[in-house]
């Protein structure tokens, strides 16, 4: 599947993407503090308290790394992410250590059923057209044999929003919801809603939740 948002992504536009986002821990921690106030590991912990370290888990469009680093600080160990875009894996590898990182599509995702404990998304189901959804969960469904994990820009109802003058390549939408009506077997295990702090996104939220498999 090489759909238009794919393509886009794997462009000039996504390596813009990763040089701009692209920090150490300790930058990566104050973009949190300054947008959420809170940093990304605080927010994990809420979500993941109680999960055991030693549990195998793939994120899906990890960029360079930088999330899976986050778990790693907090002492998860199994971890792998896939990326669509070469460059952001080329940068992943450099900055990452013992941690899997291979180059591939969220909608075809090459390891077998059930194979991760958790499967997880940060800030990617918000670029994935609204009619190709079902696609990318069904992988991520697929491969997680227990919890699946996101944390992505949350919306009542799926909103299209013009994301640096282009359109049709950034939404944000119950994502939450999308997965449990899509795969009623899901169960919530936690939801946590994350306000936008800083000027420019003031009023705009993001949502963390945990599902598990019954």
């Known amino acids: 599947m090489n759909t238009t948002q794919e393509k886009f992504w794997q462009g000039d536009f996504g390596k813009t993407y990763t040089e701009r986002n692209s920090f150490d821990q300790s930058e990566w921690d104050e973009v949190y503090r300054k947008t959420w106030g809170l940093t990304k590991i605080e927010m994990n912990e809420r ?36 990326e669509l875009q070469p460059y952001a894996v080329e940068k ?34 918000i670029h994935i057209a609204p009619g190709d959804l079902n696609k990318i969960m069904s992988e991520i469904f697929r491969c997680s044999n227990k919890y699946i994990m996101g944390f992505e820009y949350f919306a009542e109802e799926v909103t299209d929003i013009e994301y640096r003058g282009n359109k049709g390549f950034l939404w944000k939408a119950d994502y939450e919801k999308i997965y449990r009506m ?28 945990l599902l598990q498999k019954k």
């Open 47 to 82: 979500a993941m308290a109680g999960l055991s370290k030693d549990i195998r888990i793939l994120e899906v469009g990890c960029n360079v790394g930088m999330q899976l680093s986050g778990f790693q600080r907090m002492g998860f160990k199994n971890l792998y992410g896939i």
């Open 92 to 125: 992943a590898k450099k900055n990452t250590k013992d941690i899997n990182i291979i180059q591939g599509s969220g909608f075809d995702i090459p390891f077998k059923d059930e194979y991760f404990d958790l499967v997880c998304t940060n800030g990617v189901l």
């Open 182 to 209: 899509n795969f009623p077997s899901l169960k919530p295990v936690k939801k946590d809603f994350y306000k936008y702090i800083t000027a420019s996104e003031k009023g705009n939220t993001d949502c963390m939740f």
